[in-house]
């Protein structure tokens, strides 16, 4: 499953007479209901996009938020990546529970067989 969550925003790129730039950013979550042991496939991923370019990585295996582009390395405190690392934890808490609730169901396991009743 991913979900993609877009936003869009200006940003001014002078004084005085103000000259705006449309962005897109936009954060997609890929969460899985079993590892599948496949290099590089984790059980949760997300990810944030500005502008088409990835600018923040998290994974279930590393369970860190880092910085993808060099400007948000320099620009943003390490306090800022402390956070957002807490905020992705929750949200992979967040799917993995509802992903079992939506198991529960459809009455599948993690097999991928429909139980019968």
Known sequence: TCFTYPECFLSSNSGGLQAYTIHSL?????ALSRDLG?????????????DNRMID???SKTKQKVP????MRQQ????YWVNGTQS?????QWFEVNINILKDRMRQNDTGKIHET
């Open 88 to 92: 992705r934890l929750s949200k992979q």
């Open 57 to 59: 990585y998290f994974d």
């Open 26 to 30: 936009h954060y997609i979550y890929t």
């Open 76 to 79: 943003l405190d390490p306090e």
């Open 38 to 50: 496949l290099p590089g496939i984790h059980k949760f991923t997300a990810m944030g996009l500005l």
């Open 68 to 71: 993808k582009q060099t400007w």
